[in-house]
């Protein structure tokens, strides 16, 4: 069974930063595509950010260009968002996910992927 545990969220004030984490407990992690979502209280879950396995191609949505960025370093099997000049819109509980294909692509809906995080509360204050 896969296991997904981020980290890194908590309060901070508009314009600041986070950086939020995923460890993933698969020694392969480098192989596989990932992605970061978030849900807002009464919203749907979004995608935010993907970030391909093999070749490391990512891709953010429009809502964060500019501000967030996703990484990963396969030696630590970790996921990586960096979220800068926090808005209070990206108030949040932000989830990793992770696929369970062999594949150079990332991924940017939720049915695409297998394995889900707990989740990590991002709030943004005015």
């Known amino acids: 069974q896969v296991q997904l545990v981020e980290s890194g969220g908590g309060l901070v004030q508009a314009g600041g930063s986070l950086r939020l984490s995923c460890a993933d407990s698969?020694?392969?992690?480098?192989?596989?595509?990932m992605g970061w979502f978030r849900q807002a209280p009464g919203k749907e879950r979004e995608f935010v950010a993907a970030?391909?396995?093999?070749?490391?191609?990512?891709y953010v949505a429009d809502s964060v260009k500019g501000r967030f960025t996703v990484s990963r370093d396969n030696a630590k099997n970790t996921l990586y968002l960096q979220m800068n000049s926090l808005k209070p819109e990206d108030t949040a509980v932000y989830y990793c996910?992770?696929?369970?294909?062999?594949?150079?692509?990332?991924?940017?809906?939720?049915?695409?992927?297998?394995?889900w995080g707990q989740g990590t509360q991002v709030t943004v204050s005015s």
């Open positions: 698969r020694r392969t992690f480098g192989r596989y595509g």
């Open positions: 996910a992770a696929t369970s294909s062999i594949s150079t692509m990332y991924y940017t809906t939720a049915g695409e992927y297998d394995y």
């Open positions: 970030i391909s396995g093999i070749r490391g191609s990512s």
